[in-house]
């Protein structure tokens, strides 16, 4: 049975200018996750080595690859260099920083809600990011060129 309506659809009309615009709004979107966390970092670098620690081993040696993956990618981001392979990567990355780092089925009560939703949150960002590997930089990126 289908339901009748007066409802118009809402049709937002295609272009390249359009297509351009809302890749690079992505693209700005999601870098800035990164930079400023990869930044973050970095101002605080020995604290962040404390924290990785508590979870991975060689956290003096990890802290590196994190922070040029995070300053690194979201800078190829914002420029649409390579923006599938680097999406792709980040995309990785935040699957595995999801599944050591926000481990919500492992902690105390007091901490599931918190912990859960930065899981959640994260797996979004992978999603996000699963959509510029499927539609690359766009018109406006150095890929588009």
Partial sequence: M???SDATP???PRSDVLD??????????????????????????????????????????LIYAVVIMEVGGGAMLVLGWRTRQVA?????????????????WAVPDAQYVAQLNN??????IVGGLLMLVLHGGGKLSVDGR
Avoid: D
Wanted: positive net charge; hydrophobic residues 60%.
């Fill in 2 to 4: 289908e339901l009748e």
């Fill in 88 to 104: 792709a990567l980040l995309a990785v990355f935040t699957l595995l920083a999801g599944l050591f780092f926000h481990q919500f």
């Fill in 20 to 61: 351009g615009l809302v890749t690079l709004a992505t693209r700005l979107l999601m870098a800035q996750l990164f930079l400023i966390a990869g930044v973050r970092k970095i101002f605080g670098w020995s604290t962040t080595i404390k924290y990785m620690g508590t979870h991975l081993p060689a956290p003096e040696v």
């Fill in 10 to 12: 809402i049709v937002i």
């Fill in 119 to 124: 899981f959640l949150k994260n797996i979004a």
